[in-house]
């Protein structure tokens, strides 16, 4: 038995045993495996049995014939052969190889191996055509090369790691690139009616790679579901045939050429494509996320961590946005069914049913139901921003009104010590922190640092320029008074005060500030009345009041305790 046949009975015999075990099994799994070569997606534990089985035969019929085709190997030598014509036979050969085995190679890898593979047929069949004159040999050479540039553009940004071509110079390549592939092929099926070798079923093949094309397309238009999708484009073999046909008839001796006459039918069908390739369908871009599926570059669909606000998006933009924001790399399911799925969700949710789409998402498809029960999700961001800025204004603006009856209610705890260097304000120690006075030039990092790692922290801790006051309650507001005088007070008075104690603190640029205690704003004047130089802190504490006094350490001053 001939090679074709062996290899399209086989085909036939394992279509037919891997559907009636998939009857047997009640899964479409192993008819799939058997007739696409590859694993199925989800979406094919859903779909309906036996329409899945009745599509996977047919695909198992037509990859028979296929195979019969690409196995039959060259025909019979009529003639002398140039070796122009064997190279290019066996680069067609290769060509079909290439299409036909999976690939495990690197993206970029696959595309210029491609690329080469196909450019080099175009090259040896101007070489080997005899009919068109050398003007149309040149002519399909520039638009083979157009068709090679303009793809490889194309894979480089399709590939995640190049991502650097404008949206709009993509689209304008893809559509070069589309009219190039059309022409060329055009003008190669006129270029083999020409010569006079290939036969008239091997060009009507050709022609048919143009309606194997639109039955593609016009499935994936009318189907939702992933599977159809899949099954429609595994029957898109006629390139494959073509090459194979063309390659097997490259033995016949050319004839005379035939005159250059196009049937009206093809014309009229070739000029209908080339129409709708240009117009392109009503809805652009078409997103496509399938096994097979047509994406969009990389620079024209965006990722955030949350949905775009329907505010924010305009109107011819929300479609795109919810395909962005819905769609994930791993899951294979087409746009047609991400819309039918969120749309019925939005009716689900009209009708006060439950839904598992997040309502963000559902309002860039039906944002009238959303905003009836969620009306937040129509602001827009800069909406949003002025109302969290007015309740921001408005609970700081209660914080002061707090700190404000807070600091009227302190009172100065030494009224006989008047100076008027001096302020009072409450202090709330809500994340158990101290409050400091430190030298306003200096950088205190390393003194503060010294200060936290010491094993035992007392009320009053300085170090450098910078003194630390640990006496602050969580539980209630502490009144702080802070007096700057020019020379040593009055002796150290303990009555009345549960621990008075002293430091010094260096003031190199002749200004001690107070931080900002009170959400009053309350300011405390320089506390550094000698410029710089030393100065003594004495802090008497006692439960909700501090009284801190700052004055020049001078040599004879006196530092015994009082009374």
Not at 239 to 255: C, D, G, Q, S
Not at 301 to 324: G, Q, S
Request: net charge neutral.
């Amino acid at each position: 038995m001939h090679l074709s046949r062996s290899a399209a009975s086989a085909s036939l015999a394992v279509t037919f045993a891997s559907i009636a075990l998939s009857l047997v099994l009640g899964t479409a799994t192993p008819a799939w495996l058997a007739t696409m070569w590859y694993a199925p997606g989800e979406s094919l534990k859903t779909s309906p049995l036996l329409p899945v089985l009745g599509g996977l035969l047919l695909v198992g019929l037509v990859n028979s014939w296929m195979l019969w085709q690409l196995f039959r190997g060259p025909a019979p030598l009529v003639g002398p052969v140039r070796r122009a014509a064997t190279w290019l036979r066996l680069i067609l050969y290769a060509n079909v190889a290439w299409l036909l085995i999976p690939s495990f190679l690197p993206s970029p890898v696959e595309l210029v191996i491609g690329l080469v593979l196909w450019a080099s047929a175009l090259v040896l069949i101007t070489m080997v055509l005899t009919g068109p004159g050398r003007a149309f040999r040149s002519a399909l050479l520039l638009v083979g090369a157009v068709e090679t540039a303009g793809s490889f553009a194309i894979g480089l940004v399709d590939d995640p790691v190049s991502r650097f071509f404008p949206g709009t110079a993509y689209r304008a390549t893809v559509l070069v690139v589309e009219v190039a592939v059309f022409a060329g092929m055009v003008m190669l099926l006129l270029a083999q009616r020409r010569d006079g070798r290939w036969s008239r079923a091997t060009i009507l093949v050709g022609w048919g790679t143009f309606a194997s094309g639109f039955l593609v397309e016009l499935v994936d238009g009318l189907t939702s579901g992933s599977t159809i999708e899949s099954i429609a484009e595994a029957m898109d073999v006629l390139f494959l045939v073509w090459l194979a046909r063309t390659a097997h008839e490259l033995n016949r001796e050319p004839r005379r050429p035939a005159p250059l006459r196009v049937p009206a039918a093809v014309m009229a069908a070739a000029s209908v494509s080339l129409l709708m390739m240009i117009v392109g369908p009503e809805n652009r871009p078409r997103l496509s996320y399938t096994w097979q599926g047509e994406q969009l570059p990389p620079s024209d669909c965006w990722t955030w961590r949350d949905p775009p606000r329907v505010a924010d998006t305009p109107a011819h933009e929300r479609d795109r946005a919810y395909l962005c924001s819905v769609n994930k790399p791993d899951r294979d399911i087409s746009d047609q069914a991400l819309f039918s799925r969120g749309r019925a969700a939005c009716v689900r949710f009209a009708r006060g049913e439950p839904v598992k789409a997040r309502p963000a998402l559902l309002a860039l498809l039906c944002p009238e139901v959303i905003g009836r029960s969620h009306p937040d999700l129509l602001l827009s961001s800069a909406q949003l921003a002025q109302r969290q800025k007015e309740k921001d204004d408005l609970a700081r603006e209660q914080m002061r009104r707090e700190a404000r009856r807070e600091d009227a209610l302190c009172r100065d705890p030494w009224p006989a010590l008047r100076t008027r260097f001096q302020a009072t304000a409450s202090y709330y120690d809500w994340d158990a922190q101290p409050y400091a006075i430190h030298d306003k030039e200096a950088d205190t990092s390393e003194d503060s640092d010294a200060i936290w790692d010491e094993e035992t922290l007392d009320p009053l801790e300085t170090r450098g320029a910078l003194a630390l006051f640990f006496t602050p309650s969580q539980d209630w507001a502490t009144c702080v008074t802070a007096k700057a005088l020019g020379s040593a007070p009055p002796p150290l008075r303990r009555r009345g005060w549960d621990e008075v104690v002293e430091a010094d603190i260096v003031s190199e640029s002749g200004r001690l500030v107070m931080q900002t205690l009170s959400a009053s704003k309350v300011r405390f004047p320089d506390l550094a009345r000698n410029g710089p130089g030393r100065y003594r802190l004495r802090l008497y504490t006692r439960p909700e009041q501090d009284l801190i006094l700052v004055y020049p350490a001078g040599r004879g001053e006196r530092r015994g305790q009082g009374p």
